[in-house]
């Protein structure tokens, strides 16, 4: 006996990609998810390459694995594709401790976040149905 098969949780024009236990606190993670959401594949693909911070290229591996999900995996239009939501998540802490004077300690907390990334192939008409239309 296994299991039921378990239901996809998104759209039939939705791909996913989930990176876990990345080694930066949300809150600077979430800076950079910022930067993507809503826009096209390839202008997030562009921005995330350019931008300054260190993990830029994390979130960058993240959303070209989102987009090979979709073109590999669900057959959908990488040049209509569109980042609907980034993401994050609050993962483990590892906590240290540093030691201070007179014979004292003080905690360090090491914050570690989840990423995940949807993309959707965004639905335009044609330019065919916009000329009838019009």
């Known amino acids: 006996m296994s299991k039921p098969k378990h239901e996809r949780g998104l759209e039939e024009t939705e791909a ?18 910022g930067l993507i959401r809503g826009r096209t594949a390839q202008d997030a693909v562009a921005t995330l390459t350019f931008s300054k911070r260190r993990i830029a290229q994390t979130v960058k591996k993240t959303l070209e694995s989102a987009i090979a999900n ?14 609907l939501k980034a993401e994050v998540g609050r993962a483990v802490v590892m906590k240290r401790f540093h030691a201070r004077g007179r ?17 959707a192939e965004q639905t335009v008409p044609a330019p065919a149905a916009q000329q009838e239309a019009a």
């Open 16 to 33: 996913q990609a989930i990176t876990k236990n990345i080694r930066v606190s949300p809150r600077k993670l979430n800076l950079v998810a």
């Open 103 to 119: 014979g004292r300690s003080s905690q360090i907390e090491k914050w570690f976040s989840h990423l995940k990334i949807v993309v």
């Open 70 to 83: 979709a073109e590999n995996n669900h057959s959908l239009d990488v040049d209509r594709l569109v980042v």
